[in-house]
Structures are given as structure tokens and as C-alpha cells.
């Protein structure tokens, strides 16, 4: 049988939470009441001084708590680059493109993107590279990810979205960050999921909709979650993708994300939601425990993410998953280059080609939906979402 390993003893995580968060929360709670899962949410990924996203800078790494496309392997940012390429050409090569970035990660995504910029002088010229963020320890970590990048220097950082934008806003596994209200239909009405705290633990507690938005964010569905099942609603992503319409003068929204369209989010069978917690690159449904030190996600209502950019005034120019865009974009005729980059061992030939092969899996990284939408672009989907490519 095959070895069984444990967790440590710290991996057990006490009843009663500890620590300078935990105790803010606490105090809150105990003086206003149960808080909404949004706002707990939002403390316990982006507290200035105590959220994960604050204090854990090295999450997003294949020794850290999850991996994300970047992480695999540069050639998910070569392709991606070669999509912007093509964005630019479309638009009549500007002299200036700009590729603004919201949540940019460890900065491997920017940095591999620049590097196959380099290529194509002419576009490289035309690029400015800007990155949202706001979290410092992430700033810290992208400018020295992408301090090895020789010859990328119109690039810097925003704490928010920049107007006029002539280019693209991408973003990867930003929107599936944002924290989400929850909800439960309980007999045909929605109730909101709260957060209290019960002496020992923090803990769910149902109370009325903290506001109007949540009941018409269902209506303009026209549907709602089965009866006793629990959802997650992101109103923050509604809020986003309107600021980034608002902010895009001419070009394209390229999103990558984790989700389903609303009918199958909400699904009746879905009783539990898409709230998933990672520490140490295990998987939980647990919220509570972990406080400040576990990454906190759920999917997204791509149908909603899609028609608020449609109602601001977006063309949605495509919609695809992350297998079809890089096999469109040409993943497979750069594999075997990839699996042999420095390979005199046929062990470690299949080794770099499973790692590459992991973004195209259905059944991983593969099943991420990748969403372009656009203002002033020629008729026609791009190479990444055009059949036969």
C-alpha cells in the first residue's frame, strides 16, 4: 500500500480562532451584531495589516497554497502575450497600448507577457504594463519578479483603474477573489447567510438581505437558487466590471476565471455553493478556521459578469474555456519544445510535458472560462476564440 502521510499538529485548527483579526472580528460582532459574509470576507483576504492576501505574498506558488496558470508554466503568458499582439494589430497598431492588470498575483503573468513582448519590437514600443493592486506585500513581490525582465520599462503599479484605457484590462483568477455575499432560499425566500460568534467559533447565522441588490441581482436572472440551498452572490465583480467598461475608451476586457453560467451555478443540486478554502494546497469549505492564513474563493456568474459588461456597453466578443483558447492559440505546436527545453532524460521529457499539459486539462486548470469582451474592435472573434484557429 502506498505511504500515508499526516498532518502536522498544526494543521488542526483550534475551536476558538486566535489572533489580533480573530479579536477585531470578534469585537465587532459583539458590538454591532452578526456582519455580513462579504464583509468577513474582505477581512480576512485584504485587512491592511492581517489578511491573507497581505501577509501571504508566496500563496500563489506550486510550494504555497494553490497554483495558478502562471505558476505552471511560462507559455500560458506567451500565449496570452500573443493574444495582446493580436488585440493591438486589430486596433491598427497604436503607439501606445496599454495592458492594465487588476490583482496581479506573484507578477509571473506581466513578466512572461513582457518577455515574449520583446519579440515583437514594434509592439513592446507600444506597450505600457500597469497593475492594479493593493495589497504592498504583492507590490513588493511583482516588482522583484519583474526586476529580471531586461528592457521592460514603461510598467508600473495603480492602486485603481486608470481612464481612458487603449489596450486591454486582463485579468486571471482576479474576479473568483472578490468577496461574495451568501444567501439561502429557505421556502421561496432569500435569507442572508451572517456571521456571528458564539463564544467558541465563529459561526453562520441567517438574517434579512443586507440590501435591495442581492433580490435584484436573482430578478434580473429570473431565477433563484433551490429551495434550501445556500449561493454565493459577487456583487463586488458587478461593481468592477462596470468601472472597467467606464474606464476603456477602446479595446478589449480579457477575462480568465473560475465559474458557470448562472443556470448552472444556481443549479438545484448545487446545495452547498462554490465556497472553497485553500491552505497548503488542500482543499476546505470551512471559512472560519485558518483566519487570515487560508485563501477564501468562489465561482463566478459568468451570464451576470457578461451582460453587466453588455449593459455598460460592451460587445462580447467571445467566450471559451482555457483548453479551446490555447490550443487556439498554439499550445500544442510549442509542447514538445517545452518538454525538451534542457531534457536529455526521457523522465524528464514526460515530467515537463504533464506540467504544460495541466493548463489544458478539462479536469483542471483547463476548465477555467475565458471571457473577451470589447469597445471599438473590428467584427470577428480574435484567434483565442475563433473555431477552426
Not at 521592460?152 to 486608470?162: C, E, H, I, S
Not at 514538445?336 to 506540467?355: D, K, L
Not at 479536469?363 to 483565442?384: A, M, S, W
Request: hydrophobic share 40%; aromatic share 8%; proline share 6%.
Amino acid at each position: 500500500m502506498p505511504l500515508m502521510t499526516f498532518p502536522a499538529e498544526e494543521d488542526f485548527a483550534p475551536i476558538t480562532e486566535s489572533g489580533p483579526l480573530a479579536d477585531e472580528l470578534r469585537e465587532r460582532i459583539a458590538a454591532s451584531g452578526p456582519m455580513t459574509f462579504r464583509d468577513f470576507m474582505e477581512a480576512a483576504l485584504y485587512h491592511p495589516r492581517f489578511g491573507y492576501y497581505t501577509t501571504h505574498a508566496n500563496a500563489m506558488t506550486r510550494g504555497g497554497d494553490y497554483v495558478t496558470s502562471p505558476e505552471v508554466h511560462p507559455i500560458f503568458g506567451g500565449l496570452v502575450a500573443k493574444q495582446m499582439i493580436e488585440l493591438w494589430e486589430l486596433m491598427g497598431r497604436p503607439a501606445r497600448f496599454d495592458l492594465v492588470e487588476p490583482g496581479g498575483g506573484g507578477g509571473l503573468l506581466a513578466r512572461d507577457i513582457l518577455r515574449r513582448a520583446t519579440r515583437e519590437p514594434a509592439f513592446a514600443a507600444a506597450l505600457r504594463y500597469r497593475i492594479v493592486e493593493r495589497s504592498p506585500a504583492l507590490v513588493a513581490r511583482q516588482r522583484q519578479t519583474l526586476a529580471e525582465v531586461e528592457g521592460a520599462t514603461d510598467v508600473g503599479w495603480l492602486d485603481a483603474l486608470p481612464e481612458a484605457v487603449e489596450g486591454c484590462v486582463l485579468s486571471n483568477e482576479f474576479f473568483d477573489a472578490l468577496p461574495v455575499h451568501r444567501v439561502r432560499r429557505e421556502g421561496g425566500v432569500l435569507r442572508e447567510v451572517c456571521v456571528t460568534h458564539d463564544g467558541r467559533r465563529f459561526a453562520d447565522a441567517a438574517g434579512p438581505l443586507s440590501t435591495p441588490a442581492l433580490a435584484a441581482y436573482f430578478e434580473a436572472l429570473g431565477l433563484l437558487p433551490g429551495d434550501g440551498c445556500v449561493a454565493e452572490v459577487n456583487l463586488d465583480a458587478i461593481d468592477w466590471t462596470e468601472r472597467i467598461a467606464r474606464a476603456l475608451a477602446r479595446g478589449a476586457v480579457l477575462t480568465f476565471d473560475y465559474g458557470y453560467e448562472a443556470g448552472d451555478l444556481y443549479a438545484p443540486w448545487r446545495r452547498d455553493g462554490t465556497l472553497l478554502c485553500f491552505y497548503r494546497q488542500s482543499a476546505s469549505s470551512d471559512p472560519y478556521q485558518r483566519l487570515g492564513r487560508q485563501d477564501i474563493t468562489a465561482s463566478i456568474d459568468f451570464t451576470t459578469l457578461r451582460t453587466t459588461g453588455e449593459r455598460a456597453g460592451l460587445r462580447t466578443l467571445g467566450m471559451t474555456d482555457q483548453t479551446q483558447f490555447l490550443l487556439r492559440m498554439g499550445i500544442a505546436e510549442g509542447l514538445a519544445s517545452v518538454a525538451r527545453e534542457g531534457s536529455e532524460h526521457v523522465e524528464e521529457y514526460f515530467a515537463r510535458r504533464n506540467v504544460v499539459l495541466d493548463l489544458i486539462d478539462p479536469g483542471r486548470l483547463g476548465r477555467i472560462k475565458v471571457l473577451l469582451q470589447g469597445r471599438g474592435l473590428p467584427d470577428g472573434p480574435p484567434r483565442g476564440f475563433r473555431d477552426g484557429a
